[in-house]
């Protein structure tokens, strides 16, 4: 097994171990990046530089033995939202080439004082919106299970990566399922925390009231790892909940014996994809296997979550989205005067799902239909929120199949906005409600694409998800299976 | 239709930007006149990913200022996204508050000529600032003309409480005294520099029209962002007047946004960027809602100091003022103070007062002074007052004496023995000047005989002069009298 294979808790010990240096660590990822990056394209701006630098630093901390952390000395990928200080951000828009952020995210922050390394910034859907990374500006990012298929999205390039060992686990962000979503069909784990969990300080936001970051690794006590540094409240983010982070790979090993389990009817919609089911079915049927009870419940308003959230999600962006006109950073397109030099340069900076969310957001925004969308799209959101509260009262943990289908083909979905918004139906509502939920592998198809299993937690309980994502997984070996980079 | 016959209707908006020491949702200072841009950061540059952090502090001056305009403090309020394109506002969004303000349904008592009178105060609601556009280039400064213009960001998310009046101002004398009295109390609270100049208060006036004695309003215009008072005033009464020429000519008045030309003295349709935006407003995502603890609510109302309109009742019933001058006397904290001071160390309040607001005033004025600059306190000033009530000096000499105190500091009593001023009022001494004067005059006194009473006034004046001014005129002219008389 080549060192990038391994996983951030196998090489943690290596490194402690000085079985392999962080310079050496991140010159073989890097050189094994490269290698891959013309086939997979998971990275808009390799940051190599910082890597060796950081790598450098690393290997002193590594020496003296103090301050360790399981992230010291191991790299990682970062998504192209999360502001890096002097590193350009682009969110995967031509609006913000060449941006350089003059601060750090509170969540690359902390990465940065547990030691970790930056191998680069992951391609992105533009401004986080899509569901196969294929509305970034820069490059389509390939699945490294078929590279004629989509990564997923919008942390497509974060979950690329990971899964084709370019980086050892990586930070996504999740408005409706961006993070579990693309983890699902790259085959690995995929976390969105409750909402407040971690810090958005620096996350360049799409929808305010729904981004989450979270980890996306390749097993879940990696996760447990990276959840470690990023969770806990931050006082630049008001949003961020000041709740206790319990230590994840200690919750991660509890025992399941008679958890609950909810199967909501709601998920399992007929004409769904059969291999899809049964992959879930089998996956429920493990985890009874393994102690833990099931009982079937009841969401309710689930259905209706994808029509609140392309009401809430696009009005959000079109006013956070508003501050890119041309006037102190990224694009500007000259013109004869103010309100001419703001159309030129959002015309020409935003790719057109943008455009059509900043549309879409504004119409439901305005006077005289406020009530009609906004206003109602909240109503809808307490009554989800309430489905779930009421779900956790008989059951612990909620396990649905992250997505419908397995990865799809470029431009399967791009014709049609509407088709490429169902690959979100199974994630959305949590981001809605804003309790956590991860994907984990729970199967391949037939033709060899990942199929994702998704399990949603109470807030602030990521522990107890764990807990289930970890007996799981460690009763099977889907974790274990990598990529081949074929091409269909 | 007469000019009479119309019934101005005001209500104002009133920005007052708070004194905290730090911006409202970031750590940069709010100083003013900084060189542009030096006091900026990501968050109050809204650069991409940044966060808002609400500032305590802008939230206790807010509520301070809802307790004295006698506002409902909200228990339970939030902030809201103001959306529209600026280039001063770098966010593309004003944090403000819509549905919920913090402070509602408040009131503000004024004095006028015609009495006291109750102004209703919608609400008093926290914002952000915005930065400042210079136009640069061009002929007139203005952004019509200018070749390009350059952004200074200092200002931006300084915090700001607008204070919206009910629509029950009736002229622009009540107008400029609701200022008056709210520029007054924002002082005493302590919660703005209310530096007009550095734009730390400023208004907007909604105006409009009506026939006297009906009730549905008329069309209104709103003047806005003055910075003076004075403008405010002169605005209105042009606006007035623009309106009934419109209405006269059977035209309508059409609802839009104005600006006052301080050259041309006349208020200015704006331009169409200006016209009809829909701000799009919703809750803002980023901050948590302000729920505040009636406690700290309470504690807040509790600590006020005592506000102008109390202390000005208080001076009515306490020194005997009349409510103009109580109103004058309290119209700034410090001179409240300095004046209830003095005021209990005389017997003659009101005495006082005069001095207060009249020679004491003027000098000030005149040689623009502050109390804290004053060479005497209340106590010398109580003097003078009561050497003149003694009748020690006449007020003649007062004058002069109180300019010594003034310029010199030097105390009245002593002023008045150094300069040998005492009144003679020995009865005796007196007679026998007016036993000289009416033996040098006999004619004088055959006219007052003669039924030519005016003529006692000449003799007085005599009595005056050959006493070297020192008789005390009261007792002269009761002695000429009662010689006269007899």
Not at chain 1, 191 to 215: C, E, H, M, N, W
Not at chain 1, 276 to 286: D, H, M, N, P, S
Not at chain 2, 64 to 87: Q, V
Not at chain 2, 390 to 401: D, F, L, P, R, Y
């Amino acid at each position: 097994m080549e060192l990038y294979q391994k996983t951030i808790h196998e090489i943690a010990s290596d490194l402690k171990a000085k079985k392999v240096s962080s310079v050496e660590l991140t010159k073989a990822t890097m050189a094994h990046l490269k290698a891959v990056e013309p086939k997979v394209q998971s990275f808009i701006t390799v940051t190599e530089e910082v890597a060796l630098a950081q790598a450098a630093e690393a290997d002193k901390r590594l020496a003296s033995g103090s301050n360790l952390t399981p992230l010291t000395g191991v790299p990682l990928g970062i998504k192209d939202l999360l502001c890096t200080k002097g590193v350009q951000t682009t969110c995967a828009s031509k609006m913000l080439e060449g941006f350089k952020p003059p601060y750090n995210a509170t969540v690359v922050e902390r990465l940065n004082a547990a030691g970790a390394i930056m191998v680069g910034k992951t391609n992105m859907d533009e401004f986080a919106m899509g569901s196969s990374t294929e509305t970034s500006y820069y490059q389509k990012t390939k699945n490294p299970w078929n590279l004629s298929c989509v990564p997923g999205g919008s942390s497509g390039g974060s979950a690329s990566c990971v899964s084709a060992d370019q980086a050892f686990g990586s930070l996504g962000s999740d408005t409706g399922g961006s993070i579990r979503q693309p983890a699902a069909l790259c085959g690995i784990v995929g976390l969105k925390p409750t909402y407040g969990r971690v810090s958005r300080y620096g996350l360049i936001a799409f929808a305010s009231s729904l981004d989450q970051i979270g980890p996306m690794t390749k097993d879940v006590e990696d996760c447990a790892l990276m959840m470690n540094v990023i969770a806990g409240h931050d006082e630049k983010d008001s949003t961020s909940a000041n709740v206790a982070v319990p230590d994840y790979t200690v919750e991660m090993k509890k025992s399941i014996k008679g958890l609950k389990i909810g199967i909501p009817k709601e998920f399992f919609p007929e004409g769904m994809n059969p291999e899809v089911t049964e992959a879930t079915k089998k996956a429920i049927e493990q985890l009874k296997s393994l102690g833990s009870e099931v009982h079937e419940i009841s969401l309710p308003h689930s259905p209706y979550s994808l029509a609140a959230y392309y009401v809430l999600a696009p009005s959000e962006a079109s006013s956070n989205l508003a501050r890119y006109d041309g006037v102190r950073y990224g694009l500007r397109v000259p013109g004869e005067n103010i309100v001419e030099m703001y159309s030129k340069t959002r015309a020409a900076g935003f790719g057109p799902e943008v455009k059509r969310r900043i549309m879409l957001g504004t119409y439901a925004l305005s006077s005289g239909y406020y009530d009609a969308y906004y206003l109602k799209a909240l109503k809808v959101r307490r009554l989800i929120k309430q489905d779930y509260d009421q779900a956790f009262e008989k059951v612990d943990v909620i396990v649905t199949p992250t997505v419908p289908n397995p990865a799809f083909k470029f431009g399967e979905k791009t014709d049609n906005p509407l088709t490429m918004y169902l690959e979100d139906i199974f994630t959305i509502s949590i981001n809605i409600a804003g309790v956590p939920a991860l994907s984990l592998p729970c199967g391949l198809s037939k033709t060899d694409l990942p199929i994702g299993l998704q399990i949603i937690g109470k807030p602030f309980d990521e522990g107890t998800l764990l807990k289930a994502a970890y007996a799981y997984e460690q009763s099977t070996d889907w974790h274990r299976r990598k990529p081949t980079l074929k091409e269909s | 239709m007469p000019f009479e016959d119309y019934e101005p209707v005001i209500g104002l908006e009133v920005h007052c930007e708070l004194k905290t020491a730090t911006k409202l949702f970031c750590g940069c200072p709010t100083t003013f006149g900084n060189e542009a841009n030096t006091q900026v950061c990501p968050v109050c540059l809204g650069l991409p990913g940044t966060l808002p952090v609400m500032n305590g502090k802008a939230v206790e001056f807010a509520v301070k200022i809802g307790h004295s305009l006698n506002c409902t403090i909200a228990s339970y309020s939030k902030m809201d996204r103001k959306n529209y394109y600026y280039p001063d506002l770098p966010k593309a969004y004003q944090v403000s508050q819509y549905d919920k303000p913090l402070n509602y349904g408040g009131y503000l008592d004024i004095v006028t000529k015609e009495g006291t009178k109750r102004i209703g105060v919608t609400r008093a609601h926290l914002e952000e600032d915005a930065g400042k556009l210079v136009h640069a280039g061009g002929k007139s400064g203005r952004l019509d003309s200018s070749d390009y213009s350059l952004a200074d960001y200092n200002r931006g998310g300084i915090p700001l409480v607008e204070i919206v009046s009910e629509p029950d101002i009736r002229s622009s004398d009540e107008a400029h005294a609701y200022l008056t009295a709210l520029k007054s109390i924002l002082l005493y609270i302590d919660v703005s520099d209310c530096n007009m100049e550095e734009g730390s208060l400023r208004c907007d006036a909604n105006v409009s029209i009506r026939k006297k004695g009906t009730e549905k309003f008329g069309t209104r215009t709103e003047i806005k962002n003055m910075n003076s008072f004075k403008f405010v005033k002169q605005a209105i009464e042009y606006e007035i007047k623009r309106q009934a020429g419109v209405l006269d000519k059977g035209e309508r008045v059409i609802q839009e946004s104005r600006l006052w030309d301080v050259t041309e003295n006349k208020t200015k349709s704006m331009r169409s960027k200006e016209e009809a935006h829909d701000y799009r407003y919703f809750p803002e995502p980023d901050l948590v809602p302000i729920i505040l603890d009636p406690a700290y609510v309470q504690k807040l109302k509790v600590e006020l100091p005592e506000l102008p309109g109390a202390k000005r009742a208080r001076f009515e019933t306490d020194f005997g003022l009349t409510p103009y001058d109580a109103g004058v006397l309290t119209s700034e904290q410090e001179l409240g103070k300095w004046f209830e001071v003095g005021a209990k160390l005389t017997k003659n309040p009101k005495g006082f007062a005069n001095w207060v607001m009249g020679d004491m005033a003027a000098q000030m004025k005149e040689q623009e002074k502050e109390l804290k600059d004053l060479k005497f306190d209340q106590k010398k000033l109580a003097e003078l007052v009561d050497i003149i009530d003694a009748g020690t000096i006449n007020s003649k000499q007062a004058k002069e004496v109180f300019l010594e105190l003034f310029n010199e500091g030097v105390s009245p009593a002593e002023v008045v023995k150094s300069k040998g001023m005492a009144q003679v009022s020995d009865p005796k001494a007196i007679e026998a000047v007016v036993g000289k004067v009416l033996d040098e005059n006999p004619n004088v006194v055959v006219d007052y005989m003669g039924g030519k009473q005016g003529v006692i006034g000449f003799l007085v004046g005599k009595v005056m002069q050959a006493s070297q001014g020192k008789a005390n005129p009261k007792m002269v002219n009761e002695i000429i009298k009662k010689k006269l008389d007899s």
